[in-house]
């Protein structure tokens, strides 16, 4: 039953959250959670080790909260690095003091020290998820983020008899901060991970004699919802069900058109909400995550495994597998993904910008740099716009607050700064990337169109976009380098799907749009945490507005120091 979420019956949530650890709301609009970081022995893989927890779970405790309420995250740093953590997809209006990036909206909880999380859920509802936002500790430091509708307000789809949380992963047998450490010292890659895993667990596929395995409880004829969480650091995952067809209701917390789909597709930050109708013949069901990677570029490519298993069926029945799908399986990919749409109702419009005040195009791609001291003579660096990314040793959000200068320029191009056949061979020629702390300045309430280009500077592949602050909508994608002449006569403008992570398609494009209306600085970055530790990053910077209301709030109290 671990990781079991509650459904809206209080009575059905107390049974489960009894048999599970999962926190009940109360009736006040406050919710307050005591985090504890610490090192824990975790057996999840063939043995013990000490990870990086919050409270001693892996995954972390989910936060349960209701559309307008309050969260306040108490988190105490007992572990041996420093910390920050992230509220991933909530927008955190005007108050990006609680968004959590390392050294662009705060400086890091240093061991020993406390900091408090203190923010409001304003007009979202769905499933979102929290973790780690420095080094690469999120792999074990994350978990679940429930925001349930208003009290009397349903959802726009049948009422599930109960919700699970369904968290994918990735598992290292190594220390994870020392694995990367090294690895940045050679030049190289990290390793690839050990295993897969789905909340915590790789399933008895996995070649070892201790098989931790999720199981998921269910009665026939009734239906389900599972909110899936993709929280692998480098992987976009598949995700299906043996028997079972999935029908997808929400993505990133925003409500889509219903369809029915064999399997999913959830990048690194994605989450996707289905429900699942327990209609096949009473036994036990594989659920499976994988790789998905259509590029000449090594993946962990080992199958994680839970089991989705009908009430009274004995353990001892062997589960059915699901047909697994290639690991370049691009035709259902494109397919899985024209399917997601808004669902654009009355009470759930699709405001799509229409208007464009600023056009931009980012460039995004991997390269080289010298590095004498490295192994091969060379380092791996990413870049946006031809400049790599440096963090200062203040946050950003802190200099723009308090008008410190020297810290950051705001002139980050809405264009490359060197162009060629973005997608084509690649350039033989080194482009001059430079390392630098630029930021995008936009006014407030702008409209803002970006398109996101893969680039063949290294090689070319699919990179998932975060930006935090903000959903945008995805208005369109497209294989190939983007054609402003031709390629917004296919935009979707009335129904897009709105998400705040989203992959650029492998040698394609992106564009999404938004309103600036959030002001604060908000960073933008591939979630394949090995590019994000390579540079491939920025952040907006959006001016406060005229009044009061539309400005940054003033720091809290207990803002850790640098």
Same mark, same amino acid.
């Given at each position: 039953?671990?990781? %079991?979420?509650?459904?809206?019956?209080?009575?059905?949530?107390?049974? *489960?959250?009894?048999?599970?650890?999962?926190?009940?709301?109360?009736?006040?609009?406050?919710?307050?959670?005591?985090?504890?970081?610490?090192?824990?022995?975790?057996?999840?893989?063939?043995?013990?080790?000490?990870?990086?927890?919050?409270?001693?779970?892996?995954?972390?405790?989910?936060?349960?909260?209701? #559309?307008?309420?309050?969260?306040?995250? $108490?988190?105490?740093?007992?572990?041996?690095?420093?910390?920050?953590?992230?509220?991933?997809?909530?927008?955190?209006?005007? $108050?990006?003091?609680?968004?959590?990036?390392?050294?662009?909206?705060?400086?890091?909880?240093?061991?020993?020290?406390?900091?408090?999380?203190?923010?409001?859920?304003?007009?979202? %509802?769905?499933?979102?998820?929290?973790?780690?936002?420095?080094?690469?500790?999120?792999?074990?430091?994350?978990?679940?983020?429930?925001?349930?509708?208003?009290?009397?307000?349903?959802?726009?789809?049948?009422?599930?008899?109960? #919700?699970?949380?369904?968290?994918?992963?990735?598992?290292?047998?190594?220390?994870?901060?020392?694995?990367?450490?090294?690895?940045?010292?050679?030049?190289?890659?990290?390793?690839?991970?050990?295993?897969?895993?789905?909340?915590?667990?790789?399933?008895?596929?996995?070649?070892?004699?201790?098989?931790?395995?999720?199981?998921?409880?269910?009665?026939?004829?009734?239906?389900?919802?599972?909110?899936?969480?993709?929280?692998? *650091?480098?992987?976009?995952?598949?995700?299906?069900?043996?028997?079972?067809?999935?029908?997808?209701?929400?993505?990133?917390?925003?409500?889509?058109?219903?369809?029915?789909?064999?399997?999913?597709?959830?990048?690194?930050?994605?989450?996707?909400?289905?429900?699942?109708?327990?209609?096949?013949?009473?036994?036990?069901?594989?659920?499976?995550?994988?790789?998905?990677?259509?590029?000449?570029?090594?993946?962990?490519?080992?199958?994680?495994?839970?089991?989705?298993?009908?009430?009274?069926?004995?353990?001892?029945?062997?589960?059915?597998?699901?047909?697994? *799908?290639?690991?370049?399986?691009?035709?259902?990919?494109?397919?899985?993904?024209?399917?997601?749409?808004?669902?654009?109702?009355?009470?759930?419009?699709?405001?799509?910008?229409?208007?464009?005040?600023?056009?931009?195009?980012?460039?995004?791609?991997?390269?080289?740099?010298?590095?004498?001291?490295?192994?091969?003579?060379?380092?791996?660096?990413?870049?946006?716009?031809?400049?790599?990314?440096?963090?200062?040793?203040?946050?950003? *959000?802190?200099?723009?607050?308090?008008?410190?200068?020297?810290? /950051?320029?705001?002139?980050?191009?809405? %264009?490359?700064?060197?162009?060629?056949?973005?997608?084509?061979?690649?350039?033989?020629?080194?482009?001059?990337?430079?390392?630098?702390?630029?930021?995008?300045?936009?006014?407030?309430?702008?409209?803002?169109?970006?398109?996101?280009?893969?680039?063949?500077?290294?090689?070319?592949?699919?990179?998932?976009?975060?930006?935090?602050?903000? $959903?945008?909508?995805?208005?369109?994608?497209?294989?190939?380098?983007?054609?402003?002449?031709?390629?917004?006569?296919?935009?979707?403008?009335?129904?897009?799907?709105?998400?705040?992570?989203?992959?650029?398609?492998?040698?394609?494009?992106?564009?999404?749009? /938004? %309103?600036?209306?959030?002001?604060?600085?908000?960073?933008?970055?591939?979630?394949? #945490?090995?590019?994000?530790?390579?540079?491939?990053?920025?952040? /907006?910077?959006?001016?406060?507005?005229?009044?009061?209301?539309?400005?940054?709030?003033?720091?809290?109290?207990?803002?850790?120091?640098?």
């Amino acid at each position: 039953m671990e990781g %079991r979420s509650c459904s809206f019956s209080r009575f059905l949530c107390y049974v *489960l959250c009894l048999a599970a650890f999962c926190v009940i709301p109360s009736e006040s609009a406050v919710k307050r959670y005591q985090f504890n970081v610490q090192l824990k022995n975790v057996s999840r893989i063939c043995h013990a080790k000490p990870i990086v927890t919050v409270n001693g779970r892996f995954p972390g405790p989910t936060i349960y909260a209701r #559309e307008g309420d309050r969260v306040i995250v $108490n988190v105490t740093n007992y572990a041996q690095y420093n910390l920050t953590l992230h509220w991933h997809g909530v927008k955190q209006f005007r $108050n990006g003091w609680a968004d959590g990036p390392a050294y662009i909206t705060q400086c890091p909880i240093l061991t020993g020290r406390s900091y408090v999380y203190d923010f409001n859920v304003t007009e979202q %509802r769905g499933t979102l998820w929290w973790h780690a936002h420095i080094f690469w500790l999120r792999a074990t430091v994350h978990g679940a983020i429930v925001i349930l509708p208003k009290k009397g307000v349903p959802y726009p789809f049948p009422q599930p008899a109960a #919700e699970f949380n369904i968290v994918l992963g990735e598992w290292w047998h190594k220390d994870i901060e020392a694995m990367e450490n090294q690895a940045n010292q050679l030049g190289i890659p990290p390793n690839l991970s050990d295993a897969h895993t789905i909340n915590g667990k790789p399933g008895p596929l996995f070649p070892c004699s201790e098989k931790h395995t999720y199981t998921m409880e269910v009665e026939s004829n009734k239906t389900y919802m599972l909110r899936i969480i993709n929280a692998a *650091l480098n992987d976009d995952l598949f995700f299906n069900i043996a028997g079972h067809n999935m029908t997808v209701v929400e993505i990133d917390a925003a409500y889509c058109k219903p369809f029915t789909t064999r399997a999913l597709l959830l990048t690194p930050g994605q989450t996707t909400n289905v429900l699942v109708h327990a209609a096949q013949a009473p036994g036990r069901y594989f659920m499976a995550a994988k790789p998905f990677q259509d590029a000449a570029i090594p993946v962990d490519n080992r199958t994680a495994t839970g089991i989705l298993q009908y009430k009274g069926v004995p353990t001892t029945i062997t589960p059915i597998m699901p047909p697994l *799908l290639a690991k370049n399986d691009t035709n259902f990919v494109k397919s899985f993904n024209d399917g997601l749409r808004s669902l654009n109702s009355a009470q759930y419009p699709a405001i799509v910008p229409l208007h464009i005040d600023r056009d931009l195009l980012f460039t995004v791609g991997l390269g080289k740099d010298p590095c004498p001291s490295c192994v091969n003579g060379t380092r791996f660096s990413g870049s946006i716009n031809n400049i790599t990314m440096s963090r200062p040793t203040v946050a950003l *959000l802190q200099a723009h607050y308090y008008k410190m200068g020297g810290v /950051f320029k705001t002139d980050f191009p809405d %264009r490359p700064t060197s162009t060629f056949n973005f997608t084509g061979a690649p350039p033989a020629a080194n482009l001059g990337t430079k390392v630098d702390t630029r930021l995008s300045w936009i006014p407030f309430n702008s409209t803002v169109q970006l398109v996101l280009q893969d680039t063949n500077l290294l090689g070319v592949e699919s990179h998932p976009f975060h930006l935090h602050g903000y $959903n945008y909508y995805v208005v369109g994608s497209g294989v190939g380098n983007f054609d402003p002449n031709k390629d917004p006569a296919n935009f979707n403008l009335v129904d897009p799907p709105e998400r705040n992570t989203i992959a650029i398609p492998t040698a394609g494009w992106t564009a999404i749009r /938004f %309103r600036a209306n959030n002001p604060g600085v908000w960073f933008m970055h591939c979630h394949f #945490e090995v590019h994000t530790s390579w540079g491939l990053t920025m952040a /907006f910077l959006v001016e406060n507005g005229n009044r009061p209301e539309d400005s940054v709030v003033p720091p809290p109290k207990d803002l850790p120091p640098c």
